[in-house]
Structures are given as C-alpha cells and as structure tokens.
C-alpha cells in the first residue's frame, strides 16, 4: 500500500507562484512513475505533468508547458509541482497519483494510488 498527501494549495492572484509537494509513506517501489492531475467543477479529471522512475523523463500537458515544473526528491517520497504564471484556468483540485504501467501513463486509469487531492484557486 502506498498513502499520498498532497500539500501547498491556496488561494492566489493570477501570475502569482505555487509549489505543491505530495509526500508518500507506505511501500514505493522502483519503477513507479508518478503524476499530478487536476479537476476543475464540471470537468473531468486531467494530467497535469508526470515523471518516469529512473532517469525521470517528463511529461507536460500542453496548457502547461513552459509554465509547471514537475519534481521529486532522490527517494522518490515527495513530488513537488512547481506552478508558475498562474491563470484562473489553473482553478481546480490538484491530486498526485503513482502508476505501474508502462511510460508515459497518461489517462487517471493508468494510476493505482491517488492522493485526496489539494485546491487551487486562481483569482483574475
């Protein structure tokens, strides 16, 4: 069993900065790719950015590039996401997620353990 514990959300001004981090406890293993996503109101959930175990490619949803930064410490036990240049867009609930499959899983059905997730919210 993994637990996830997502941190670091808030309320914010658009262009302003957050960092989220996600602290694992439990059993992580090597080879377990780990993953941000978000939720907006009426929308369905969606990949924000994810990170390969290893040599930690990555991978950015196009809304985000450029913009978030997607993180880990050597132990993989805390992700971090670093958001930069926020928009009201960016408003949603932000979860983190691990995944055993196969590089890049990119749909919520590709993770197995999630997170209770943290809110954004982004004022224009």
């Known amino acids: 069993q993994v637990q996830l514990v997502e941190s670091g959300g808030g309320v914010v001004q658009a262009g302003d900065s957050l960092t989220l981090s996600c602290a694992a406890s439990?059993?992580?293993?090597?080879?377990?790719?780990q993953g941000w996503f978000r939720q907006a109101p009426g929308k369905e959930r969606e990949l924000v950015a994810a990170?390969?175990?290893?040599?930690?490619?990555?991978e950015y949803a196009d809304f985000v590039k450029g913009r978030f930064s997607i993180s880990r410490d050597g132990a993989r036990r805390t992700l971090f996401l670093q958001m930069n240049s926020l928009n009201a867009e960016d408003t949603g609930i932000y979860y983190c997620?691990?995944?055993?499959?196969?590089?890049?899983?990119?749909?919520?059905?590709?993770?197995?353990?999630w997170g209770q997730g943290t809110q954004v919210t982004v004022s224009s």
């Open positions: 997620a691990t995944s055993s499959r196969t590089w890049p899983p990119l749909r919520p059905s590709d993770y197995n353990y």
């Open positions: 990170i390969a175990a290893g040599t930690a490619p990555r």
């Open positions: 439990g059993r992580t293993f090597p080879g377990i790719h």
